[in-house]
């Protein structure tokens, strides 16, 4: 069974910072994208990141640029995002997601076929 498991949430401080992990479990990560995404309460979906098969290639939203870094250890089989300079609005539930491609960039936007079940990120004083 295929299945992504985020870790990592929890409550923090503004300014603070987490990192979050995507375990992949019933199948390698090495020919997938990864794409970390977020929702707040009453909001949209948002895409934040995405990071290639090997890594070489990273996007991000400009919400998040500067402040968030994703990174990927194929020999674990996960993929990290790094969250720094946490503002009040970076709470929302945040999931990863993958994609199967041949491509070495990777697109925020594509179709994602495999979701994660999301792990709560809350930023308040």
């Known amino acids: ?11 923090v401080q ?15 990560l090495d020919y997938y994208v990864i794409g970390w995404f977020r929702q707040a309460p009453g909001k949209e979906r948002e895409g934040v990141s995405c990071i290639s098969r090997r890594g070489v290639s990273t996007n991000y939203a400009d919400s998040v640029k ?5 990174s990927r250890d194929n020999t674990k089989n996960t993929v990290y995002l790094q969250m720094n300079s946490l503002q009040a609005e970076d709470t929302a539930i945040y999931y990863c997601a993958a994609y199967r491609t041949v491509s070495s960039l990777c697109v925020i936007s ?7 079940q999301g792990t709560q990120v809350t930023v308040s004083s």
């Open 14 to 28: 503004p300014g603070g910072s987490l990192r979050l992990s995507c375990a992949a479990s019933g199948f390698t």
């Open 1 to 11: 069974q295929l299945q992504l498991v985020e870790s990592g949430g929890g409550l």
């Open 110 to 116: 594509a179709r994602y076929n495999y979701w994660g």
């Open 66 to 70: 500067g402040r968030f870094t994703t």
